[in-house]
């Protein structure tokens, strides 16, 4: 059997024993390795064994249960530094159309019909005398309102006729309500039917008021 006894500075003793050398080999290795570096140039100061290490063989085994050696808690080993995750950026999401709001849409198309209107509606003066034209009028119907608004633009613009998008301007500065489709109005009033309107020869989609539609529409003046 082999014995192995470990003598620290501060007068403990560690004594190994086993039949393997190779074990105590190992385990010799081990506590070398994770004794404190204090301890071991302490001992190295002193003159002495650098480990303090007595190695005996004995002939026979020992009958005796050897004493309890101090043991050695090796010191814990810090987990290795983990590698902070690096968020994976988030596909971007399908690009949607934005909504355009009603009023926005709305204000689009005014802007559009505003571009293709006569020069001639942009007179603040005509503007008014249409407006005090038209409440005099006082037209009940769609089809009148198209009659009253053709003869005011005439009167008061100095434009030969009206179309669609003429009339949706001046239903808005007579403050009237606007039918569902200016041009169906314009073509039923127009009819033979009626004949308030006439087409105006070379001029696609406008109007002018005729003398039985004026009559109809304002027979008060």
Same mark, same amino acid.
């Given at each position: 059997?082999? #014995?192995?006894s ?5 007068n403990t003793? /560690?004594?190994? %024993?086993?039949?393997?050398? !190779? ?5 010799v ?13 302490s001992?190295a100061?002193?003159?002495g064994?650098a ?11 020992s009958? =005796? ?12 080993v ?5 590698q902070?995750? /690096? ?7 399908? *690009?949607?159309?934005p ?6 849409a709305?204000?689009? %198309?005014?802007?559009?019909?505003t571009?293709t209107?006569p020069?001639? &509606?942009?007179s ?5 005398? &249409? ?11 769609d ?10 633009a =005439?009167?008061? &613009?100095?434009?030969?006729?009206v ?11 007579a403050?009237?309500? #606007? ?8 073509r ?11 087409? /105006? ?6 109007? *002018?008021?005729t003398?039985?539609?004026?009559? #109809?529409?304002?027979t008060? !003046?």
């Amino acid at each position: 059997m082999v #014995k192995v006894s470990i003598s620290l500075p501060n007068n403990t003793q /560690i004594t190994f %024993e086993s039949e393997e050398s !190779e074990v105590l080999h190992e385990v010799v290795g081990m506590v070398l390795r994770d004794l404190p570096k204090e301890l071991m140039q302490s001992s190295a100061s002193d003159g002495g064994d650098a480990a303090g290490i007595i190695a005996s063989e004995a002939t026979e085994k020992s009958t =005796n249960a050897a004493a309890p050696a101090e043991t050695m808690t090796p010191e814990p080993v810090s987990p290795p530094a983990t590698q902070p995750e /690096i968020a994976q950026p988030s596909e971007p999401s399908e *690009a949607t159309q934005p909504a355009v709001p009603e009023s926005a849409a709305a204000t689009t %198309e005014t802007v559009g019909q505003t571009e293709t209107l006569p020069p001639e &509606f942009l007179s603040e003066s005509g503007r008014a005398d &249409f407006e005090r034209f038209c409440q005099n009028a006082n037209p009940l119907g769609d089809m009148r309102r198209v009659v009253v608004a053709a003869v005011g633009a =005439n009167r008061h &613009f100095g434009v030969d006729g009206v179309n669609a998008n003429d009339l949706a301007w001046l239903f808005d500065a007579a403050g009237w309500r #606007k039918p569902g489709n200016f041009t169906q109005t314009l073509r039923n009033a127009a009819r033979s039917k009626f004949g308030w309107l006439e087409r /105006i020869p070379g001029r696609s989609g406008r109007y *002018a008021a005729t003398p039985l539609g004026i009559s #109809k529409t304002l027979t008060a !003046e």
